[in-house]
């Protein structure tokens, strides 16, 4: 038998996937979820078209904010190109006339690859479709040149499986969608948020016990639903108290494994000489008080589905029997020498950062890989907007009805209170608030602000303080009094050298602070990207690593590359509104030093060209549309969207 080290021929698992297949989007969704299993990419795409025509944009996943085409027509010169040069870096293509030409027809898309190589997919000598492939997910970077033959090899099979594949052109275009999109459209596009959030709800009644009316709640249900129909290894990440383990009933019972068994470890709660025992079995007599045999989960959940939840506190032994029974599909009992076939669909949940965990070698990479085919991240509550509110009705009243007592309500300065509250323990923390404002007998009548704070005070973890978002003023105020920095400082800082460099005694400048709130994570993402010129993914890997060595959550609010595309792109429409809509004086605040940047004002035409087809557009509907389209984008930054928006339709400024 193979040992564990020497993972499975990749050409060999990617045939598998993509045999039993017979259409252009199965086939190219499979194959790019599998391809990104293997490769351990961050983001990527596949376009095809038939003989003749422009190529549709079949799956993807990963890219950064705003609006995705759903057709691309590539002029001959640019398919001569492709044709020519074979597989290149977008970087490549930038530096060649023919390259700039390839990248203007691919916009907006080559903006949201960020880094990528593409591999042209032909046949009869025709350009007949691409397939991009992004940076690692755990160094940040691409794939090496001397080491891009496996990539290229598998971009062959998917190109010959989608010659042997019918067509599917007539189902809708994934245009707009995060992750790979799903063959049956769950509304149409141009229905607003509440909408679209009843007609999914009606289609999966189990999704109502995801209780939200945000833009990110819509998005993150139809990413479960989405992923609900296949067999892949689904990795649920986010912060604790989010919700991790509803997201996996729901993809479990959204799937058509509906009808088998649901199983949940809990990784952190069971010591690790009973772990292997309570995941494999064991029979009777292998160890000091096996009195009888034993089935572990993989066998309980034979046919169903196993959470593995809090899978980053395992140790590294049983990481390792855990990555064979994956890769063969069954398992061994402790003590027994039979194995035994297991038909599981394993969704995994962490609240840490499994990349992170491996660059520490606490968590074995081949079984990250392994894990992390298809991510699906659950929202904090400070990303849901107005969902603070629904969810306190909520939790409000299944209380009272509990406990036997009249409903409370919020006072209008109390849900003022309740929007600005962080809630760094998110929903969990809530339901607690809830909870303790129900407990007393003599609480009776609203919940005003005063009192919601002392709750506030009482649930925050540890007796820390709660955490809000303050008012612009406070925090100006805040600064006013810091004590101005040193000569020493100064001198520091004008020699070009770091001022964590400085002695411990001398005071740190006012940006080092932890931010608090959206607008000061905004500030605080627009510093970190200026240290690193607009590089969003040398900008992501220095915050990672910063996380790493021990940086607080405070500390360092936003490490990801997403993330910090999307705080980019509401910080961009803030500066534009407060520049009255001059883009240069915009840039301009944007990178003091360098407003002329390729790469930011590369970023900026992203921003900017899905208000293109605003420009004729108004009423409910267009605005509920310009939610939909920047739905990633903290709901803080909407209205300076929106402003921009009615500003580009009076023509009071012109897209760059």
Known sequence: MDSVDSPQDPLLELARQLLPLGTWREVARDGLLCIAGIQGMAAGAVLWRADEGPLHLLSHFGLGAGRLRGRFRLPAEAQGFLLETGPLTLEAARRRPAGRGLLRALQPLDAQLGEAWLFPLHAEGKLRGLLCVGPSLVTQ???????????????????LRLLGCASDSGVPLAEERPAPADSRPLASSGRGVASRLRHLRSRYPDAAAMVGESAAMLAHLEEIVSLADTDYTVLVEGETGTGKELAAHLLHRSSRRAQGP??????????????????????????????????????????????????????????????????????????????VPVDVRVVAATNQELAALVRQSRFREDLYYRIHVCPVRVPSLRERGDDRQVLFEHFMAQHAAELQRPARRLTPAGRRRLRSELFPGNVRQLQNVVRQLLVPKAARGPVDADE???????????????????????????????????????????????????????????????????????NWVLERLREHRFNLSAAARSLQEQRRQGASREAVPVFDRGALDYYLCGEFF????????????????????????????????????????????????????????????????????????AALRRGRWRLP
């Open 262 to 339: 649901f199983e949940a470890v809990d990784c952190s709660a069971i010591p690790q000489e009973l772990i292997e025992s309570e995941l494999f079995g064991h029979v009777k007599g292998a160890f000091t008080g096996a009195s009888r045999d034993f089935r572990g989960a993989f066998e309980r959940a034979d046919g169903g589905t196993l959470l593995l939840d809090e899978i980053g506190d395992m140790d590294l032994r049983s990481q390792t029997r855990l990555l064979r029974v994956l890769q063969e599909g069954q398992v061994r009992r402790l003590g027994g020498d039979r194995p």
């Open 141 to 159: 970077e691409l794939v090496a040149p001397d080491a891009i033959g496996g990539c290229n090899d598998m971009a062959e099979l998917l190109r």
């Open 574 to 645: 803030r500066a534009l509104v407060g520049h009255a809509y001059a883009v240069d004086a915009a840039l301009q605040h944007l990178a003091p030093r360098a407003p002329h940047s390729p790469r930011l004002r590369r970023k900026v035409q992203a921003f900017v060209r899905p208000l293109r087809s605003w420009q004729r557009r108004t009423g409910a509907q267009a605005r509920a549309r310009l939610h939909e389209v920047y739905r990633r984008v903290p709901e803080t930054y909407l209205t300076e969207i929106e402003q921009a928006a």
């Open 452 to 522: 919601l704070e002392r709750v506030l005070r009482r649930a925050s973890s540890q007796g820390l303080q709660p955490r809000r978002a303050r008012p612009a003023h406070e925090a100006a105020e805040e600064r006013a009094e810091m004590p101005p920095p040193t000569a020493e400082v100064t001198r520091l800082v004008e020699s070009g050298r770091k001022v964590r460099d400085a002695p411990p005694t001398l005071p740190s400048p006012p940006t080092l602070a932890s931010p608090n709130g959206v607008e000061d994570v905004g």
